[in-house]
């Protein structure tokens, strides 16, 4: 039967549910009133008196037919940066400042961002005149789902890094700052989490004369990881990262001070991306990089340049999942005695047992017992 409900006119005002999410209305229990009722005291004068409405129509609001939807065409592009609620867009032929509508940031809530960079969204072009910021151009009206993705606990919230990327480059340095295995696995872990493949890159490996820095990298080449031993000043390995970054998207991930804005500069010179120095005492270095920029590459694909990280919270993963982001871990769960074994508790752990043979890098086995502390 054909639907014989009036059709709605655009700009008509109309009664709608309210979403779903939205919560209750709270219970008022007034103890403190309830209590000075037991004594004897009069407290009607101190009550407000409120009336609750009942029924559908309370439970509805008032919208304007047409006020969500996209006035225009609705064009697609690719985020390459964010400049607070302001993105810029590459659809294809030329960049678009562009506002995030209102209601898309309200049903993202749950993300510190509600759009990150990388991010493949539907804009409008607004008309001439009409936009708020004089800066913008068009409104984000969608965002399409996100695959590949490098995530952290930013607070209480998630914060998307980078979107809809291939891979995770972690740039590690020799020396100034000296390597952090335990930064690394972490990337690692996040890489596999976000269904990224980790790649590790160790820059300003010419400061490494006697080969200590280089031996940490053995422990994940035997784990079946690729990894580039490079240096942006002498530019060795400089063409084996740039071959891995041609046609694909990748972000760029490290701590301040490894190198990751002199890799880029090395490998496209034309971007001219500032460049910080590391302090002697500390080996910190300076945050160069800001925010998170998607840069296109002339020998095709994207990358993402993030800003440095000295810390990588990840107790967003379950203590439940841990476990399958260390591949070596992986064959051998179904050999522990319990099988909800935690690998940290239990006598009888075949995880354990492999990390006293040596099979398993104890230094790896610690950051799976700090991440363990950290999760939930």
């Known amino acids: ?28 229990k007034d103890w403190t009133g309830r209590g000075r009722d037991a004594e004897g005291h009069d407290v009607e004068a101190a009550r407000i008196e409120s009336v609750v409405p009942k029924g559908d129509i309370s439970r509805q609001r008032t919208i ?80 399409e789902p996100r695959t590949g993705q490098l995530q952290r606990l930013a607070g209480r919230r998630v914060q998307t890094i980078a979107a809809n990327v291939d891979q995770a480059i972690i740039v590690s340095s020799a020396g100034q700052p000296q390597p952090k295995p335990h930064l690394i696995d972490r990337y690692i872990i996040s890489a596999h989490a976000g269904q990224m493949k980790p790649v590790i890159c160790m820059n300003k490996i ?99 340049d993030t800003p440095g990280i000295r810390s990588f919270d990840l107790s967003l993963i379950s203590r439940d999942e841990l476990e399958a982001y260390f591949v070596e871990f992986v064959p051998l769960v179904e050999k522990c005695r319990y099988p909800s074994c935690t690998h940290v508790y239990e006598e009888e752990c075949a995880i354990k047992d492999a990390v006293g043979r040596g099979e398993i890098h104890p230094d790896r086995y610690a950051t799976y017992l700090a991440l363990f502390e950290e999760s939930s």
């Open 206 to 304: 010419d400061l490494d004369s006697d080969g200590f820095a280089s031996e940490k990298l053995v422990r994940y080449e035997h784990l079946g990881y690729r990894v580039l031993r490079v240096s942006a000043t002498t530019g060795r390995g400089i063409d084996t990262l740039r071959e891995s970054l041609k046609d694909r998207t990748s972000v760029i991930a490290g701590q301040s001070g490894v190198g990751k804005s002199s890799l880029l500069n090395a490998i496209q010179p034309g971007l001219k991306l500032r460049i910080g120095e590391v302090h002697g005492q500390t080996e910190k270095g300076t945050h160069t990089t800001t925010t998170a920029v998607m840069l296109r590459l002339d020998i095709g694909g994207y990358v993402v």
């Open 64 to 143: 304007i037919v047409g006020e969500e939807r996209p006035a225009g065409e609705v064009h697609r592009g690719v985020v390459v940066a964010m400049r607070g609620l302001y993105a810029n867009v590459d659809d294809g032929t030329k960049m678009v400042a562009c506002t995030i509508r209102r209601i898309l940031r309200t049903r993202l809530i749950d993300d510190r961002g509600a759009i990150a960079v990388g991010d493949r969204v539907g804009f409008v072009i607004e008309p001439q005149g009409a936009a708020k910021n004089k800066e913008t151009e068009g409104v984000i009206e969608s965002v």
């Open 1 to 28: 039967m054909p639907d014989e409900r009036p059709r709605k006119s655009k700009g008509e005002k109309v009664r709608v549910p309210f979403r779903r999410n939205r919560s209750p209305k709270k219970r008022d």
